[in-house]
């Protein structure tokens, strides 16, 4: 008895030896552990697996097949893997985003452009017509006649509007056709690129309309950046050569108009069917509408005539042409504006308005041959890159 238990210990110790026995064991006489990993087959191959005439401890090799592998660290918290959780996820939302990115980038694009050959062209008439209240008033009627024209014939949808809707629009009107005539009667009195260094502040009228108007408020961060834009405009102001009050005046009421105008036309166009370039075509007729009486009060068409003869006498046909652009370009830029503003937030869209002033400036500057001083232009950069500032800081 003593015998074969000893050689029963023997044949025991043999097998849970690291050498693997050379015959294969049968299978009814398998460990459950063996019967799984063999039930489970074969392990398929890597890169990684060592050489097969190198033998491993079975024990180990049973149990790397008994306890299954952890996730890998990028597998999301559900065990999913990456590539089953983007096939999980909605198909069409990334590239829905990047679209209304692409879009908003080429309104924005378009808008800069546009508004560049309006400033120059709304110089050229001021220069040789200086009466910013006709001006004012043939830019919105040139918009209007458009918009008339395209909803006859069928090439833009017409808005569905009621009477609650022009009610609301009003005081829109109202913000646009007061900023709309300060601007016209500010680059009437000083240069093109003085003016919009001026208008360039217009996130800090944003920000303080937001927040005694609105209630709304910022970080510290937001409030500290206005102090660049607020002492760049005014670096910039007491060093221009052809500095004039009522040119300055004008700029900056301008720039409270239509801070106003953007943000009542951003709650205007919440819940209403009106798309932004109809928005906008609505706008122009109002403004219109409200504009002609103090047009005709202001300058009237004794006024005009006069003025209209001798510009003609001095430019020749060319007037006509200049008075055609100005009008047809501001109805353009404004309405791909309002289209960007159908996207984006107010304060969003005044960023982007005061960046493309930094185009506007350059090509007035190239074009009119305007003198600037280095500390006219630090100021306007200052200004300009409390902008970003800004920006950075609402972000």
């Not at 950069?381 to 920006?391: Q, R």
């Amino acid at each position: 008895m003593l015998a074969a238990a000893a050689a029963s210990s023997v044949k025991l110790s043999t097998a849970g030896t690291a050498t693997a026995p050379k015959m294969a064991f049968k299978p009814l006489h398998l460990p459950p552990l063996f019967a799984a990993a063999a039930a489970a087959g074969p392990r398929p191959l890597s890169l990684s697996a060592r050489p097969l005439y190198r033998q491993q401890d079975p024990f180990f090799l049973a149990s790397r097949v008994a306890s299954p592998a952890p996730p890998p660290p990028s597998a999301t918290a559900d065990g999913a893997r990456p590539v089953e959780a983007a096939a999980a996820a909605p198909a069409g939302a990334a590239p829905d985003e990047t679209a209304r990115r692409a879009k908003i980038g080429v309104y924005f694009a378009t808008w800069w452009a546009l508004n560049v050959i309006f400033n120059i062209y709304n110089k050229k008439v001021l220069n040789a017509f200086p009466y910013p209240w006709l001006t004012s008033t043939l830019s919105l009627a040139a918009g209007s006649a458009i918009m008339l024209a395209s909803w006859a014939t069928r090439i833009a949808e017409a808005p569905a509007t009621d009477l609650d809707f022009w009610k609301a629009l009003s005081p829109v009107a109202i913000a646009h056709t007061i900023g709309h005539v300060a601007a016209t009667v500010s680059m009437a009195k000083v240069a093109v690129s003085f003016t919009h260094i001026i208008k360039s502040g217009e996130p800090a009228f944003s920000v303080l309309v937001s927040r005694f108007f609105l209630g709304e408020h910022f970080p510290a961060p937001v409030y500290f950046s206005l102090l660049p834009i607020i002492g760049g405009c005014a670096l910039a102001a007491i060093t221009e050569l052809n500095f004039n009050m009522i040119g300055f005046m004008g700029a900056m009421i301008s720039n409270l108009a239509f801070v106003f105008r953007n943000i009542f036309s951003k709650k205007g166009m919440k819940g209403k069917s009106v798309s932004g370039m109809n928005y906008y075509a609505c706008l122009s007729m109002l403004s219109l509408v409200i504009l002609l009486p103090f047009a005709f009060a202001m300058e009237g068409p004794k006024v005009w005539a006069a003025g209209w003869q001798k510009a003609v006498a001095e430019i020749g046909p060319n007037f006509v042409w200049w008075v055609a652009a100005q009008s047809v370009f501001y109805h353009l830029y404004n309405q791909v504006s309002y289209m960007s503003l159908d996207e984006i937030s107010p304060l969003t869209f005044s960023i982007g308005n005061t960046m493309k002033r930094i185009s506007v400036i350059v090509a007035s500057i190239i074009i009119f041959h305007t003198p600037v001083q280095p500390i006219n232009a630090l100021g306007a950069a200052i200004a300009i890159l409390g902008t970003f500032i800004y920006s950075q800081a609402k972000q």
